[in-house]
């Protein structure tokens, strides 16, 4: 089944401490995503990535990292992650070209105490 | 700053009825997005809309474009209780990067 995956998918952790979401997408697609939702604000891009260790910063991405070292994965980084980055994360993939028409996992939510 | 503004933002509307979500935007963009996402659920890709004029339909729901006028509209047909959700469009304006509007939450009323 095309999928894309995300792990975990709650979380509750304390300031400072260094996490990760994994996201992994079995459609061989080279375009990969993240996104923040919050409430009244929609979605927002963390960053994308067009390729294997090819990645750009999105609308909001401070306090995150990411990197592509396999197509298939793209994990988020949260180095020293604060109250404020407490939010449900999505992960969405799609291949690069018209109509770049984005999948996207089941989604992450975060909380920071 | 690009935006993508989405009206109204919530919408309690009786069984049966017509409405329409609008999704207006500020940058040149020749395609746009629309979803549908349940409460706790992933977002579900319903329409996309690929140039000037397109318009698709999908049961009760049809989505059409307007580029010149930077606007998409989402109308609903005589609506059922199963089309309650939030609906969100978004754009991809070329650089790579979607943006998203705030969602229009949808509750349909028996």
């Known amino acids: 089944e095309a999928q894309v995956t995300q792990n975990p998918r709650y979380l509750i952790t304390v300031t400072g401490k260094k996490l990760t979401v994994t996201c992994s997408q079995n459609?061989?697609?080279?375009?990969m995503s993240w996104y923040r939702q919050d409430p009244g604000l929609g979605l927002r891009q963390i960053y994308y990535?067009?390729?294997?260790?090819?990645?750009d910063k999105g609308d909001v991405p401070e306090g995150y990292k990411v990197s592509r070292k396999e197509k298939r994965n793209f994990p988020l980084i949260l180095e020293s992650p604060s109250p404020n980055q407490t939010s449900l994360y999505f992960c969405?993939?799609?291949?690069?070209?018209?109509?770049?028409?984005?999948?996207f996992g089941p989604g992450t939510r975060l909380t920071v105490t | 700053e690009l935006k993508v503004e989405q009206n109204p933002l919530f919408l309690s509307m009786q069984e049966g009825k017509n409405y329409t979500i609008y999704c207006n935007y500020s940058?040149?963009?020749?395609?746009l997005y629309w979803y549908r996402q349940d409460p706790g659920k992933s977002l579900e890709s319903l329409f996309v809309?690929?140039?000037?004029?397109a318009v698709k339909q999908e049961g009760r729901l049809m989505a059409s474009l307007d580029t010149k006028a930077r606007l998409s509209t989402l109308h609903i047909t005589a609506a059922v209780h199963d089309l309650s959700a939030t609906y969100f469009c978004?754009?991809?304006?070329?650089?790579?990067?979607?943006?998203f509007g705030t969602g229009t939450r949808l509750k349909v009323l028996a």
């Open positions: 978004a754009v991809f304006p070329g650089t790579y990067k979607y943006i």
């Open positions: 940058t040149t963009s020749d395609r």
């Open positions: 990535s067009m390729n294997v260790e090819v990645t």
């Open positions: 969405a993939s799609s291949f690069v070209g018209s109509p770049y028409e984005q999948y």
């Open positions: 459609m061989n697609h080279e375009y």
């Open positions: 809309l690929l140039s000037n004029g």
